[in-house]
Every structure is written in C-alpha cells, then in structure tokens.
DNA sequence: CAGTATCCCGAAAGATACTG
DNA sequence: CAGTATCTTTCGGGATACTG
C-alpha cells in the first residue's frame, strides 16, 4: 500500500465521513487530478473506500470509507499522534544530517 | 520517511533490541546490502537508530533503536495488528481488483 | 464537476562487483 | 562480516491537454 498521497486521502476521509471528488482535492494539496483518481481507484480496489456516483448535472461522486477503510483509524490517530509530537525534532535531525533542505511546508 | 524497507528495519528492532547487520538483512528479506546499509543510514541520520561498531575481527556492529525509535513502538504496534487482522482479506480483495499477480510470500 | 489520456523525467531501488 | 561503488532499470508521479 504504498503511494505518497494514500494516507492523506483516508486521513481526511476518517476526518469527514464523506467527501466529493474536489474536496479531496483540495483536502490533500497539491494533488493532482490525476494522482487523486489513481489513487482513490487503488484505496476502492482493496476494499478500503467506496465510491458513490450520482448521474447528475453537474455531476456528483461521493467518497467514504467502508467499514473496511474505518478499522484504519486506530493506525490513523497513532500515526498522526507520533508525528504532532516529533515531527519537528526528527525534521531537525534530518536537517543536521544533511537529508533535507529546509523547506518550511 | 518514505522508503520501501524503513518500516521493516525499525519493526525487526521493535521486536529484537539490538541486531547486526547480517541479521538484519535475514529479518527484511529480500533486502539488498546496499539498501540496508542506505536506509540505516537514513534512519540513523533522523536519530532512530543507534549504531555501535566494534573494531575487530571479524567486524561487528549493532544497531539498536535510540530512545526516540522506541517511540515508535505504538505506531508499529497498531500497524501491525491491522496487518495481522485484515492483511490477507485486503490482498483478495486487491487481487479481484487485479491489483497483484499472486505470489505466495 | 469529475474525471481520462499522453508524455516524460528523476528518484528509488535491483544487479553485480569489489574492499578493509 | 559489514559494508561501498557503479551501472542499469523501473515506475511513481508531475505537467499538460482533453472529455462526458
């Protein structure tokens, strides 16, 4: 389950129950639209977000976590516990050990 | 923190508290020398991992979590859980989404 | 609005060979 | 045993343009 935009699309997804395509987009920047449908088709391929269409105009999909996708968030809140507490010393390490050039995203 | 192998290096320490380098490469298989070598590097270089080499003959070194690598122990714990729980229901459902070519490992 | 289709590049990583 | 050096390949993902 790799791909660099997959954690943020379920963790906005935990965040909001249900999503439409631009939301995500915008929840995840800078995602392209390209990398968002990848990668929304990959997370609904294994089970882990369904996909809602409505044949309107203009048209309407909403994107939600299955039951599936849900038991992700206790792995979810521990990720993003760790990183809210040592985010900003590990970036500093990395920075002392040369691994990053200071960008201040 | 990206990198194909990092979480499998800092999971065989999770379990083991110090190994060396060859036991490494035998916890992460199929893990390149090259790899493991970069990717201890990387972690060391973010301070989660010690290494400790003894100067002699045969060469020896250990490597062992630093105590902020054992911070990391509830985030590996909740991952590896939800692997033991949904792993293989998530790989057949990748694979009727003809995400993998089945190979046993 | 919600996507697909193409093209393309650079980083990640595999293979292989070598060293103190 | 514990790595490093070099070469090559793969492919994730960005840019851009287009569509129902």
Redesign the pocket.
């Known amino acids: 389950m790799?791909?660099?935009?997959?954690a943020r699309i379920v963790w906005a997804l935990t965040r909001n129950d249900v999503l439409?395509?631009?939301?995500?987009?915008r929840a995840c920047p800078?995602?392209?639209?390209?990398?968002?449908?990848?990668?929304?088709?990959e997370l609904e391929g294994c089970g882990l977000v369904s996909?809602t269409?409505y044949a309107s105009?203009?048209?309407?999909?909403?994107?939600a976590l299955t039951a599936r996708g849900r038991t992700l968030r206790p792995v979810m809140a521990a990720m993003a516990d760790w990183g809210l507490e040592h985010r900003s010393v590990i970036l500093d390490a990395m920075m002392a050990a040369d691994m990053v050039s200071d960008n201040g995203s």
Chains 1, 2 share one sequence.
Not at 57 to 63: E, H, K, Q, S
């Open positions: 790799g791909g660099k935009w997959k439409r395509f631009a939301e995500l987009r800078p995602i392209s639209d390209r990398m968002l449908s990848r990668e929304l088709k996909r269409s105009i203009p048209p309407r999909t909403d994107y």
